[in-house]
């Protein structure tokens, strides 16, 4: 049972690259996530999509863009990487978005930008 | 916007002793508050939650309370162990464009010593 599965899991990106987070989660859940975790900073929201085809904005959004590609998957695209976004990066689902739901994270992707 | 405090950052006790880690919340209208635990590189993992029609619920050594008056709620580890010893998050439900999302916590480090 693979749950929520983010790739990958170690990146070096130097200033002004792009890169992509994927993530896939076999629940069948219709809400996805994307967060952030800073040392001291807890768990910051950047997106999430409430169901396929909608993805609305979160705590931190900003140098972030997302893509629900279907009901199983939601990556997460930087397109200019700043040492501000140097972080781990989770994605996660639950069956969907509301306070009585679960959410189930992934492994985590650790992105350092140089 | 909404912001969940969590005390305190750090929490150090010894193997058997009990441990209490607090939050307080900002919106009035939260109503799921759930704890997760996160061991060193590993993903969050949901260890316990509460409803806000509910003030207390325990799960063998886990407790968490609620106080909706005063807008704060707190995990109790009785009879700590070394495998305790992780960071907690707690989290509240926020309403907000249309959907209910989770405000976490900064975070706790407990440290257990045998």
Same mark, same amino acid.
């Given at each position: ?5 983010? &790739? ?6 130097? &200033? =002004?690259?792009?890169?992509? !987070? ?40 900003? =140098? ?8 199983? +998957? ?20 639950? +069956? ?10 992934? +492994?985590?992707?650790? !992105?350092?930008?140089? | 916007? #909404? ?15 009990? @441990? ?13 508050? /759930? ?20 003030? #207390? ?33 707690? @989290? ?13 916590? @900064? ?6 010593? /045998?």
């Amino acid at each position: 049972n693979a749950g929520v599965t983010q &790739t990958p899991k170690f990146q070096v990106l130097k &200033t =002004g690259q792009s890169m992509t !987070l994927q993530c896939a989660q076999d629940m069948n859940h219709n809400s996805m996530y994307w967060y952030r975790q800073d040392p001291g900073m807890g768990l910051r929201l950047i997106y999430y999509s409430a169901s396929e085809g909608t993805t609305d904005k979160g705590e931190v959004p900003n =140098g972030y863009n997302v893509s629900r590609l279907n009901k199983r +998957e939601f990556s997460l695209r930087l397109e200019s990487a700043a040492p501000s976004q140097t972080s781990v990066y989770f994605c996660a689902s639950s +069956e969907a978005v509301g306070s009585r739901n679960t959410i189930y994270f992934g +492994e985590g992707s650790w !992105l350092t930008v140089v | 916007g #909404e912001n969940v405090e969590q005390h305190p950052s750090t929490l150090s006790v010894q193997e058997g002793d009990s @441990a209490v880690i607090k939050c307080t919340y900002s919106d009035s209208a939260s109503n799921y508050f /759930p704890w997760y635990k996160q061991e060193l590189g590993k993903r969050p993992q949901l260890i316990i939650d509460i409803r806000s029609n509910v003030g #207390e619920k325990k799960d063998q050594r886990i407790a968490v309370t609620l106080n909706k008056t005063a807008k704060h709620f707190s995990l109790h580890i009785t009879e700590t162990q070394p495998e305790d010893s992780a960071v907690y998050f707690c @989290a509240a439900s926020s309403f907000s464009g249309g959907y209910n999302k989770l405000i976490f916590g @900064a975070g706790t480090r407990l440290a257990v010593h /045998p």
